[in-house]
């Protein structure tokens, strides 16, 4: 079956955050392994969900975002960040419905918000994504589509007084 990229439209925010949730919940878990406990649960005030469903819906009213269909039902988005000012357009979110995983639908979207950012005048593309297990399915869509690593970390230290 044949996905169809195109542009989202008004009825589509619910669809858009609710795969955005089931495509993410491996990522999750592995972040909670990643950072431990106190730490995941104070990034994302001890809900994950109604933590990055708030974004999902942010960043697609920011950001020129697309969606993925197949047989009329949404399963897949990506928000682009071409925003004024930036040096590049930016790959901000990418998620398939586990549905539609392992299909190629990541590497559609990659190449079509690609696509965008090099019709709205920008020379880079950039996507960041975590180095976890969980998003290695993520890192190999970007290099997959042609995007060059560049090692980075980042390190948190929670600072509520508590050593344990």
């Known amino acids: 079956m044949p996905f169809e990229i195109r542009q989202m439209r008004d009825g589509d925010a619910d669809d858009v955050a609710a795969l955005s949730l089931r495509a993410w919940a ?53 928000a682009i960040d071409i925003s004024d000012g930036r040096q ?10 586990p549905s539609a995983q392992g299909l190629g639908l990541g590497t559609q979207l990659t190449t079509a918000a690609v696509g965008v950012i ?26 997959k589509a042609g995007f060059t690593p560049v090692p980075s970390e980042h390190l948190f230290l929670l600072l509520d007084g508590d050593d344990g």
């Open 26 to 78: 491996p990522v999750f878990d592995s972040l909670r392994d990643a950072m431990g406990d106190r730490l995941f649960d104070h990034i994302y005030h001890g809900d994950w969900r109604t933590y990055q469903e708030a974004d999902v819906r942010r960043a697609c009213n920011a950001y020129h975002t697309l969606v993925a269909e197949r047989d009329g039902e949404v399963v897949g988005f990506t």
């Open 88 to 97: 590049e357009g930016e790959i901000y979110m990418l998620a398939v419905d």
């Open 118 to 143: 090099r019709d709205a005048g920008f020379a880079i593309a950039l996507v960041g994504t975590g180095g976890d297990p969980g998003h290695a399915a993520a890192r190999a869509t970007y290099r």
